[in-house]
Nanobody, 125 residues
């Protein structure tokens, strides 16, 4: 069992930055592939980024490439999402998630076993 807790969300103006954190407890953090997802009102949960166990491999959705950076610190059992150049369309609840393997499709929410409660990100225009 893995417990995940997100933090760092908030209200920011377009063009601004936020850094989300996901603190993990329970089983060995570094044995899990970690991902970030987001869900806007009335929309499906969508993939944002994922990172491998050792942080050697990362994967982003097209809208996140060049603006967002996923990272992890296994010594601190924490994953991060640095979000720069934020846009109003980035407004959503952001969730972190964990899965045991890096097997396609990495973007599928159903492939993740554990989820946090989410943190709200609001980008004003």
């Amino acid at each position: 069992q893995v417990q995940l807790v997100e933090s760092g969300g908030g209200l920011v103006q377009a063009g601004g930055s936020l850094r989300l954190s996901c603190a993990a407890s329970g089983r060995t953090f570094n044995s899990y592939v970690m991902g970030w997802f987001r869900q806007a009102p009335g929309k499906d949960r969508e993939f944002v980024a994922a990172i491998s166990w050792s942080a050697g491999v990362t994967y982003y959705t097209d809208s996140a490439k060049g603006r967002f950076t996923i990272s992890r610190d296994n010594a601190k059992n924490t994953m991060y999402l640095q979000m720069n150049s934020l846009k109003p369309e980035d407004t959503a609840v952001y969730y972190c998630a964990a899965r045991p393997s890096w097997i396609a499709p990495i973007e599928a929410p159903y492939a993740y076993d554990y989820w946090g409660q989410g943190t709200q990100v609001t980008v004003s225009s």
